[in-house]
């Protein structure tokens, strides 16, 4: 069982404002979830081979190929675009 202070101190290290139901709620909860952790060390794995794995893993991502035709910063690019400041984009800001 976890106590309550442990998830005070986890929400601190986590900057996690808790209010005292949510505290609740989460010392519910992880106390669970480390209760099922417990259940699953019970578990009997001495006959499983640790590399066994039963998906092939395979790289789907393509080649990078820089050789086909590429877009130039140009008047004709930017005539669509409904914001810009001079010869960019214009968007909204992402950080304040």
Not at 13 to 21: D, F, K, V, Y
Not at 22 to 41: A, N, P, Q, R
């Amino acid at each position: 069982m976890i106590k309550k202070e442990e998830v005070k101190h986890i929400a601190k290290l986590a900057r996690l404002g808790l209010s005292e139901n949510e505290e609740e709620k989460m010392t519910k909860d992880l106390s669970l979830i480390l209760d099922y952790f417990d259940k699953l060390k019970e578990v009997d794995v001495s006959n499983v081979d640790l590399a066994s794995q039963n998906t092939v893993i395979k790289n789907i991502k393509r080649k990078d190929n820089s050789s086909g035709p590429s877009l130039e910063r140009s008047e004709e690019l930017l005539k669509g675009t409904p914001n810009k400041k001079g010869r960019y984009v214009k968007v909204r800001a992402v950080f304040k």
